[in-house]
C-alpha cells in the first residue's frame, strides 16, 4: 500500500500528492521573493512616470517639520494623485516623521474639498484652446504623465467659469463704452441706451446663432466651440463663448486677468508668452491692413481659384455647398451652355442693325475667360475689361498684351481699370438694346470662337435668354473679306488700312476695341453691303442646334472645321 500524508484539510492524501503541493508552495513562495526583491531594486522614479511639479512649492515642503532635515524622495512610501498635482508621503531619516509634500499649491473650492491651481490652470487652457477632456488626456499620456479624470476637470472648470464670465462682461462694457466715447468724438449720434442693450451679452445666446454653432466667420468661437464636439446642452457652452470674447476682446492677455480674479499666481512663464501673442497679433492686425497685404491675398485667392478652375475642368464639378441630401444643385450648377432648352428663332427685320463684336481672352481653348469684352455699332462704342480667375496662356499673353500682376490686370504693362463680370454682362445687353430691337453680331471668326464664348459667359449670369430674344445671329466675316490665302484680321489691316488714319490702329491690334474699329474699316474698304451681311448670317437657333450636335459628335468633320466647337 502506497505511503499516505495528510492534507492542509486534515484529510489523508497520497504522499505523491502532498509532495507535489509542498514544491507549488515552495515555488510560489521563491516567485513572490524574488518580485519583492526586484521591486526593492527599481527605483520609483521609472516606476510611476513624470509629474507636474511647481518647484517653488515642491522645494518649500521638502523639509522636516519635526527637526529640519531635508527629504528625499527615496524615502517616498505613498502618492496620492488629485488631478495633475499629487501629494507625496515622505519619511524623515532622521526622525522617521512620516510628512505631506504637495507638488502645488491647492485653493479652497465651495464643496470643501482642496483644488490644485495646476488643475485650474488646466481647466482654463481647455476653454482657451477649445480642446476637451479626452484631448488634453491624449496629449498627458502621450509624454507619460498620468491622465486626469473627467470630475476633476469639471470641478476646476466651474472653479475658473465665473471669472471667464465677468471678464467677458467687462470686456463687453469696455468696447460699449468705447465706441460711445469715439461716437461723441466723432460728432456723430451717440449710441442710444436701447442700442447697448441689444448688444449680445457673454451669457446670453445670440439671435442670429445657435447653441453651440461654430460658424467660420467667427474664427474665435469655431475655435473654442468646434462642430466636432458637442457642448450644447452643458454649461461648457456658455464658458466657451465667454473665453472667445475674452480673446476678442482683450487679445491673449486675457488668461493673466482670469488667473488674478481667480486668486490663482498667473506666473512668469505664462505672463511672458501672453505678452509676446498680443505683440504677434497686433502687428499682424497691422499687416493686415497695408495695402501690399490685401493685394497679395486677393492675388493668392486668384491662384487658388484658378487652381479650383482647373480642377473642375478636368474632372467636373464634384461638390457644391450646401446641396443636401440631392445633387439637384450640382446638377444645376454643372449644366452644359448649350443644353436641351433652344432658344424661339425670330424672323429678320428691316430694320436690323449690325453690331461689331470681339474678346479677348486668356487662351485659346474653350476654358479660356473673356478678358475684355468690346463692341461698336455706328457712333456707339462699348469696351470694359473683367479679371480673370484662370492663369495666361502666355502665347495669348504676348499676342494681346494683357497679363495679371500683382493681383492687377495689365495692358501694355499698363493697369487697366477692371468691373465685375456680371456688371459688365449688364453693360453688354444694355449696350445691344441701344442699338436696336434687334441686332446681328458681326465679328471675324466669330462663330468658331467668339459666340461660344459670349454665350457661356451670359449664362452663367441668367441672360442668355435675353440675348437670344435680342440677337437674331452671327456674321462671320471670314468668308467675306479673306483675300486668297490671307484671312486674318491684322493681316489684312496691314496690308489693305495704308492711310495714315490706320496705323496707330494697326499697331494696336488684337485689343478688342481696336479690332472692332479694324473690322469696321475693312468692311468699309471692300464695300461689303448690309444685304451680303444678312445672307452669311448664321440664326441663332442654327448656331445652338450645332453645338449641340458638335458636341453629341453628330457633326461632319468638314462642318466642325467650318462652326467650330467648345469641348469641355
Not at 488646466?122 to 496629449?139: F, K, M, P, R, V
Not at 456723430?188 to 453651440?212: I, M, Y
Not at 490663482?264 to 499687416?287: D, H, I
Not at 500683382?406 to 445691344?432: C, E, H, I
Request: hydrophobic share 35%; aromatic share 6%; glycine share 6%.
Amino acid at each position: 500500500m502506497a505511503a499516505s500524508s495528510r492534507s492542509k484539510a486534515g484529510r489523508f492524501v497520497k504522499k505523491s500528492v502532498a509532495e507535489r503541493n509542498s514544491r507549488g508552495t515552495e515555488n510560489l513562495l521563491r516567485s513572490h521573493a524574488k518580485k519583492k526583491e526586484a521591486k526593492e531594486q527599481r527605483t520609483f522614479i521609472h516606476e510611476v512616470g513624470r509629474r507636474v511639479v511647481d518647484l517653488t512649492t515642491f522645494a518649500k515642503n521638502m523639509w522636516c517639520d519635526a527637526c529640519g532635515e531635508v527629504l528625499s524622495l527615496s524615502h517616498m512610501e505613498k502618492e496620492v494623485r488629485r488631478g495633475l498635482a499629487s501629494v507625496f508621503y515622505v519619511r524623515c531619516r532622521v526622525c522617521l516623521e512620516l510628512k505631506q509634500v504637495p507638488t502645488d499649491s491647492a485653493v479652497k473650492h465651495d464643496d470643501g474639498y482642496p483644488l490644485y491651481s495646476v488643475n485650474c490652470k488646466a481647466a482654463l487652457g481647455c476653454l482657451d484652446t477649445g480642446i476637451g477632456h479626452e484631448q488634453i488626456n491624449s496629449w498627458l499620456t502621450a509624454v507619460n504623465i498620468p491622465a486626469i479624470m473627467h470630475s476633476t476637470i469639471k470641478r476646476a472648470e466651474r472653479f475658473v467659469g465665473p471669472a471667464v464670465e465677468e471678464v467677458a462682461r467687462e470686456s463687453c462694457r469696455d468696447a460699449i463704452q468705447e465706441e460711445k466715447e469715439l461716437t461723441l468724438q466723432s460728432q456723430k449720434r451717440p449710441l442710444a441706451p436701447s442700442d447697448a442693450q441689444n448688444r449680445c451679452d457673454v451669457g446670453e445666446t445670440p439671435k442670429k446663432r445657435r447653441p453651440c454653432s461654430s460658424q467660420q466667420e467667427d474664427e474665435n468661437v469655431a475655435t473654442r466651440v468646434p462642430k466636432s464636439r458637442f457642448y450644447c446642452s452643458s454649461t461648457a457652452n456658455k464658458l466657451r463663448v465667454a473665453a472667445a470674447v475674452c480673446q476678442k476682446n482683450r487679445g491673449a492677455a486675457h488668461v493673466v486677468e482670469i488667473n488674478q480674479k481667480c486668486g490663482l499666481s498667473p506666473g512668469g512663464v505664462t505672463m511672458k508668452y501672453r505678452k509676446l501673442a498680443e505683440e504677434r497679433r497686433q502687428k499682424k492686425c497691422a499687416l493686415q491692413q497695408t495695402v501690399q497685404f490685401r493685394r497679395r491675398r486677393l492675388l493668392l485667392k486668384g491662384n487658388a481659384d484658378r487652381v479650383s478652375n482647373r480642377v473642375v475642368a478636368r474632372e467636373g464639378l464634384t461638390y457644391v455647398s450646401g446641396m443636401g441630401n440631392t445633387m439637384e444643385r450640382a446638377v444645376a450648377a454643372a449644366t452644359d451652355t448649350f443644353g436641351s432648352w433652344m432658344p424661339l428663332q425670330k424672323p429678320l427685320e428691316d430694320h436690323c442693325q449690325f453690331v461689331i463684336v470681339d474678346i479677348e481672352t486668356t487662351g485659346f481653348g474653350a476654358g479660356a475667360q473673356i478678358v475684355q469684352v468690346a463692341a461698336k455699332c455706328q457712333m456707339l462704342e462699348f469696351s470694359q475689361y473683367m479679371m480673370p480667375t484662370t492663369s495666361f496662356n502666355h502665347i495669348a499673353s504676348e499676342k494681346t498684351g494683357l497679363s495679371v500682376h500683382g493681383g492687377q490686370l495689365m495692358y501694355n504693362s499698363k493697369r487697366v481699370d477692371t468691373s465685375p463680370p456680371a456688371q459688365v454682362a449688364r453693360d453688354f445687353m444694355d449696350f445691344l438694346h441701344k442699338c436696336g430691337q434687334q441686332v446681328i453680331l458681326v465679328g471675324h471668326n466669330i462663330v468658331r470662337f467668339d459666340a461660344p464664348h459670349i454665350v457661356k459667359w451670359l449664362h452663367q449670369f441668367g441672360v442668355t435668354a435675353e440675348f437670344c430674344d435680342l440677337v437674331y445671329g452671327f456674321t462671320d466675316t471670314v468668308p467675306i473679306i479673306r483675300q486668297g490665302k490671307v484671312q486674318k484680321q491684322d493681316l489684312l489691316a496691314q496690308q489693305y488700312l495704308t492711310g495714315p488714319e490706320w496705323q496707330h490702329l494697326v499697331k494696336g491690334a488684337h485689343n478688342a476695341a481696336t479690332d472692332c474699329v479694324l473690322l469696321s474699316g475693312l468692311l468699309e474698304h471692300f464695300n461689303i453691303e448690309h444685304d451680303i451681311m444678312r445672307g452669311n448670317a448664321l440664326p441663332i437657333r442654327t448656331f445652338f442646334e450645332r453645338q449641340q450636335a458638335a458636341k453629341r459628335r453628330h457633326i461632319t468633320r468638314d462642318e466642325k472645321e467650318w462652326y467650330g466647337t467648345v469641348w469641355d
